[in-house]
């Protein structure tokens, strides 16, 4: 269970870390959360959806 959620904790903080020196620019959370919400999050909910039955 504790693997599970180290990459989670692990990309957290790195963002925080990037977020935190601006690493990534002024608009660099504008650019990420589009980025998270039309793409990633699509993506990572078509791939949980078809991995399970629908039944």
Known sequence: MLAAFVPIWLLTGIGW??????L???DADR???????HLAMPAALFTALSRNPLT
Do not use: I, N
């Open 17 to 22: 870390l990037a977020g935190r020196y601006r």
């Open 31 to 37: 650019v990420l959360g589009g980025f998270v919400f």
């Open 24 to 26: 990534l620019g002024a």
